[in-house]
Every structure is written in structure tokens, then in C-alpha cells.
């Protein structure tokens, strides 16, 4: 009689776990069949570039981060934590920019369309250089 019960239990048990590992592949095959039709949009968001203090004796450590990765989109805005003036000015001609005079603690923020690398520089100081990529 003992017999006859336990081998129900295992049965049970077996029919039980058969079950669960079918519904599991049928969620996990449903879940990788979906797909969406319009590509996931990329959100633009801000970045920020700071120009610390003594930065013009600090060559690629004058514009904070550097390099700086944002995408297609993105704006970036510079502070100039210095006690002098400075620019960000692009260097390539594919992301065109020049803030002109930043004074000390002013800032300066420009959005980037095209997708590159792109070198700027500050037109007061020769070694003052920085790069931002867009992708």
C-alpha cells in the first residue's frame, strides 16, 4: 500500500516539474520573439565640462573631463572655474563652436548635431586643448 502511494507522489512530483520547465520555454520563447517595430529613441541629455583653476598651465587636464563621450543631441555646457577668461572653440569645422570669452565663473553651453570626434581648443591659450566625442 506504501508502495503504490509513493510511486503517485514521484509521479505527481514528475508531472509537476514537467509542467513548470513547459511554462517556463513558453515565456521565455514568447519573450524573445517580441520585438518592437520603431527603434528605441536615444534621449539627449547634458554634460558638463569644467575649467578648474590654473588651467592654463594644465595642457589636457585644462577642460574636465577629458575626453568627454555624449550622444548625437547632447548639449555640453563649460564653466570656467578659473580666476581669468577662457574659451571653448572647436578646432574641426564638423562641430563649429566658439563661446567667445568665458569670463571667471561664467559659463557657455552648446549642442552637438553631428555625430565625431571633435578637438577644441582656448583661443588665449596655445596649450589649453580638449576633445568630445558624439555618438
Known sequence: MHQGICVKGVDMIRQVAIGSIGL?????????????????????VAAAVSIPVGARTLGTSSYVPNPITITSGSSITWTNTDTIAHT??????????????????????????????FAYHCTFHAGMVGTIVVQ
Do not use: E, M, R, Y
Not at 24 to 44: D, H, K, M, N, R
Open 24 to 44: 517556463c520555454l513558453v515565456c521565455v520563447i514568447s519573450a524573445c520573439g517580441s520585438s518592437s517595430s520603431s527603434p528605441t529613441p536615444v534621449t539627449a
Open 88 to 117: 571653448s572653440t572647436s578646432t574641426d569645422a564638423g562641430a563649429a563652436f566658439d563661446s567667445g570669452s568665458i569670463a571667471a565663473g561664467a559659463k557657455f553651453s552648446f549642442t552637438f548635431q553631428n555625430k565625431g570626434t
